[in-house]
């Protein structure tokens, strides 16, 4: 009878803290687009996140997929309601698409998240030139190609 009640409290007592909501990270956008991005000019995006959980969240690191992205990210615990970022920066060194992730560790509910960065290196001449910039409408003449 000892045995069968002391298992009957360790059950519950496992279940109760099984289902206690851990702090949670809840980014606003998990990927970003540059769109076209001249080439030797890094960019730059950072990603913002709210802690919707009970408990504070702590981030242990962000851990880019290569050595051309650079991180940062809140150092601090990040209370409950409170928000956070993660910050990547992304070297435009060669030419090309590319897709670029930083993987955020913490204590969170979610422990591992995936961010991603997207966009294509182009050279100075063609980003500059392209009609995505503001400043080549501006200086484009009616009636020209």
């Known amino acids: 009878m000892k045995k069968a009640f002391s298992l009957i409290v360790v059950f519950l007592a ?67 309601g409170q928000k956070g970022f993660v910050k990547a920066t992304y070297n435009a060194a060669s030419m090309g698409s590319f897709n670029k992730n930083v993987t955020v560790v913490s204590n969170a509910e979610r422990s591992s998240i995936p961010l991603t960065l997207t966009g294509e290196v182009t050279s100075k001449e063609t980003a500059a030139a392209s009609p995505a910039t503001p400043a080549a409408d501006k200086n484009k003449k009616k009636g020209t190609r």
């Open 14 to 80: 496992f279940a109760t803290v099984s289902f206690a909501q851990k702090g949670v990270i809840k980014f606003t956008k998990e990927s970003h687009d540059f769109g076209k991005v001249p080439q030797g000019t890094p960019v730059t995006y950072t990603f913002e996140f709210t802690n919707t959980g009970t408990d504070p969240v702590v981030i242990s690191s962000a851990q880019p997929s290569c050595g051309c992205t650079t991180p940062d990210w809140t150092k601090s615990a990040v209370m409950p």
